[in-house]
């Protein structure tokens, strides 16, 4: 592979990450009443851009892809309408503001358990058969007479894993 798909596929990855974990501010600030003014995959200059909900919350996907931010209705960054006060992020208590605040890595944790999980299941689980293989011809097997494809039942009075 050349530098170009290494550097793509790592943009790509990161971009997933970082959707996965703005995505987690973003859903329990929804969840818990905060108005969300923007979800941004990216900074810099919006390539994409779009405007929906009952909130107005723009929906942005940015030049550089190397992080995001979801930003919240906040006193801090200018005035809020009277009417908006208890949505704003600095109004809310602060059992709910540290739930927004853990709701990224959160998602991001339970995300690589799926995937892992995902991978699990994809690939299954490797059995190894108790069949004799390619072996020195002197090995105890072959003195025994088990040639290759031989199966083993019991070894030493026990089961063994995988002989059905």
Known sequence: MNLFWYVLWFIVAVSLLVTVHEFGHYWVARRLGFRVLRFS???????????????????VVAAIPLGGYVKLLDEREGPVPPHELGRSFTRRPPWQRILVLLAGPAFNIGFAILVLWGMLWASGVVEVKPIVGD???????????????????????GGVLGSR
């Open 135 to 157: 072996g020195a011809q002197q090995s105890p097997a072959a003195q025994a007479g088990l040639g290759r494809g031989a199966g083993f039942l019991r070894v030493n009075g």
């Open 41 to 59: 995959i990216g900074f810099g200059r919006p390539l994409l851009r779009k405007v929906a909900g009952p909130d107005r919350t723009e929906y």
